[in-house]
């Protein structure tokens, strides 16, 4: 079953959390909703979420802009086309490189029909994207949750949404990987406006304070 949320109910679902989990019902209290994140199901969604991948968002959003502005539109023939040196330029680093170079491909040969992962389940989606070098768990999971809106992902390689939840459950900072799973598994099946309102947390409440 293909679970997913939309504009029309992710208020309502922001307050079907709070009513079950204190916590969250403070960051709604103190910060107000979070912003519904979405972006589009194309290419570029995918460059860009490759190009945050261990870096800042003012990284990875810079050398987006580069790339628009070089390409004037980011599509697989246009990056597939761009030399070592142009990408560079953009402030893509080789190895990333590789991995927008391989996506490409991989769209223009129809290994990845982008047009097709939402009517595709959670893990078909993740098999078929983790397939590609470069592509991983963290990648597949923004995907899954700002491109496809699928309504019960909680990225636990994202350190922002750990680190809220640290602070918020008042975890420690060595907690496993398997406790986090364990205490996100409350917010079923709802995890994915569960972290939303985590990364609002963090970023209102400002990284110092972390």
Known sequence: MIRSFSEKTFKRI??????????????????GHPPMWTR????????????EQQVSLASALAALK???????????????KLSDEALRACYVSRQKAGYIRGLAAAIVSGAIDLAAMPQLPDA????KL?????????????YLMFVLQRADIFPVGDLAA???????????????????LE??????????????????HYLSAGKRSY
């Open 14 to 31: 922001c307050n079907q959390l709070a009513k079950k989990d204190a916590h969250l019902a403070g960051v709604l209290a103190t910060y």
């Open 40 to 51: 589009s199901n194309n290419f570029e969604s995918l460059v860009h979420i490759i190009l």
């Open 66 to 80: 580069k790339l628009q502005e070089y390409t004037g539109h980011i599509h697989p023939e246009a990056i597939l």
């Open 124 to 127: 078909v989606v993740r098999e």
């Open 130 to 142: 983790t397939a590609l070098k470069g592509i991983g768990n963290w990648t597949v999971d923004v």
């Open 162 to 180: 750990v680190n809220a939840l640290k602070r918020l459950k008042a975890l420690d900072r060595d907690t496993s990987r398997e406790t986090l």
């Open 183 to 200: 205490v996100a598994a409350a917010w079923a099946p709802h995890r994915t406006v569960a972290t939303m309102i985590l990364w609002h």
